[in-house]
């Protein structure tokens, strides 16, 4: 079955540059869900999309941004970098359309802040 | 908002025992938790849920219970295997339809 694609997988990147991440959604999933994972610990969420229109927002900087696009796709594009900002990035998808409240996470896009 | 705590944040169990896990959520309207096995540069992966209505469900050697009255809800592994050492989160669903996670179990089976 088809899972939740993000590219890329592992991103370095220097102080104060950008990075844009990637999320492709479960065929017939509306909802994208983008968490942060520093290590050890659990994931934080950052932001959420329902068609195409931002629905949630958590702990995410005012450097970052995202959007989700026509075919659901969604990216996160992190402006001004920090060393704080290396982690994992999860990228989920729900059908929210009948709520039933699954989550399905991508494998993740490391970022490496040098 | 939901706050969701989750014990023991370690774990060592030998091959063959059982391993239960806990948590606890605050907001009673919360009506949907799962339970996610996150293994080493991977994402969480769903590996049981349960819903307010019911009070158990099992799949194979995993099963999760759920007491509303006392908002806690507990992950039991039997017959542990190896494979199954990974960090575990739970979480609990509100009814704006977010997700809180636990704070993770990092759980070892040993040979």
């Known amino acids: 079955a088809a899972g939740v694609i993000q590219s890329p997988r592992h991103l370095i990147k220097e102080k104060r540059e950008t990075a844009t991440l990637k999320c492709y959604p479960i065929?017939?999933?509306?909802?994208v869900y983008w968490y942060q994972q520093g290590p050890g610990q659990d994931p934080q969420f950052l932001i959420s999309?329902?068609?195409?229109?931002?629905?949630d927002k958590g702990s995410i900087p005012d450097r970052f941004s995202a959007q989700q696009f026509s075919d659901y796709h969604s990216e996160l594009n992190m402006s001004s970098l920090e060393l704080g900002d290396s982690a994992l990035y999860f990228c989920?998808?729900?059908?929210?359309?009948?709520?039933?409240?699954?989550?399905?996470f991508g494998e993740g896009s490391r970022l490496t802040v040098l | 908002g939901e706050n969701v705590e989750q014990h023991p944040s370690t774990l060592s169990v030998q091959e063959g025992d059982s391993a239960v896990i806990k948590c606890t959520y605050s907001?009673?309207?919360?009506?949907?938790f799962p339970w996610y096995k996150q293994e080493l540069g991977k994402g969480p992966q769903l590996i049981i849920d349960?819903?307010?209505?019911?009070g158990e469900k099992k799949d194979q050697r995993i099963a999760v219970t759920l007491n509303k009255t006392a908002k806690h809800f507990s992950l039991h592994i039997t017959e542990t295997q190896p494979e199954d050492s990974a960090v575990y989160f739970c979480?609990?669903?509100?009814?704006?339809?977010?997700?809180?996670f636990g704070t993770g179990t990092s759980l070892t089976v040993i040979p």
């Open positions: 989920a998808s729900s059908p929210r359309t009948g709520n039933t409240g699954e989550l399905f």
């Open positions: 065929p017939r999933h509306d909802t």
């Open positions: 999309f329902y068609e195409k229109m931002q629905s």
């Open positions: 907001d009673s309207a919360s009506n949907y």
């Open positions: 349960i819903r307010s209505n019911v």
């Open positions: 979480a609990a669903i509100d009814t704006g339809n977010q997700f809180y």
